[in-house]
T-cell receptor, first 112, second 113 residues
Framework: NAGVTQTPKFRVLKTGQSMTLLCAQD?????MYWYRQDPGMGLRLIHY???????AKGEVPDGYNVSRLKKQNFLLGLESAAPSQTSVYFC???????????FGPGTRLTVL | AQSVTQLGSHVSVSEGALVLLRCNYS??????LFWYVQYPNQGLQLLLK??????LVKGINGFEAEFKKSETSFHLTKPSAHMSDAAEYFC???????????FGAGTTVTVRA
């Protein structure tokens, strides 16, 4: 099992550009999450999904959109990147609400 | 709403010494509590979790944590630090049946030879 994988690992964008981060899991988990990690702030939840075709806003959703068209994939989109979106992005998945969340290796995004 | 406070953003210990990382939580209902570890340039990995069973929880790599309701704490300990314990540690809380986790700011552990 690959677990949770994220594509790409690194990306540099210019302000105003768009991009999509891909998260894939092979554990048949219902729940998937996108977090951003910034120094001294821990992980903050951007968006999450409790099943295929469903998405919901987390703590810091502004400037991001998501889609969960297939159970195994969860996409995070930035329509118009801003320097404030420079961060490390983590995807996670879990079997149920209070079960362990499994994390991907992260994507380091820099917006110039 | 649930929240977590981790006391101390950096902890430095000698190899073989006790590791103690402090976590206090705020929750309106009995919480579920977690400790995760993040090694450099990697994702987070679960160390242990408390879900209302035994108050002393044993995890991987010799770590354990004790849930103390009266102190609203869930401190993480390891009796003897190893060089491989150098990492960042995150405490997290959720309410039962709530699939969202709230993370603390993290504590970076450095182990001195």
């Amino acid at each position: 099992n690959a677990g949770v994988t994220q594509t790409p690992k690194f990306r540099v964008l210019k302000t105003g550009q768009s991009m999509t981060l891909l998260c894939a899991q092979d554990m048949n988990h219902e729940y998937m999450y996108w977090y951003r990690q910034d120094p001294g702030m821990g992980l903050r939840l951007i968006h999450y999904s409790v099943g295929e075709g469903t998405t919901a806003k987390g703590e810091v959703p502004d400037g991001y959109n998501v889609s969960r068209l297939k159970k195994q994939n969860f996409l995070l989109g930035l329509e118009s990147a801003a320097p404030s979106q420079t961060s490390v992005y983590f995807c996670a998945s879990s079997r149920g609400g209070y079960n362990e969340q499994f994390f991907g290796p992260g994507t380091r995004l820099t917006v110039l | 709403a649930q929240s977590v406070t981790q006391l101390g953003s950096h902890v430095s210990v000698s190899e073989g010494a006790l590791v103690l990382l402090r976590c206090n939580y705020s929750s309106s209902v009995p919480p579920y509590l977690f400790w995760y570890v993040q090694y450099p340039n990697q994702g987070l990995q679960l160390l242990l979790k408390y879900t209302s069973a035994a108050t002393l929880v044993k995890g991987i790599n010799g770590f354990e944590a004790e849930f103390k309701k009266s102190e609203t704490s869930f401190h993480l300990t390891k009796p003897s630090a190893h060089m491989s314990d150098a990492a960042e540690y995150f405490c997290a809380v959720s309410a039962p049946h709530d699939y969202k986790l709230s993370f603390g700011a993290g504590t970076t552990v450095t182990v001195r030879a």
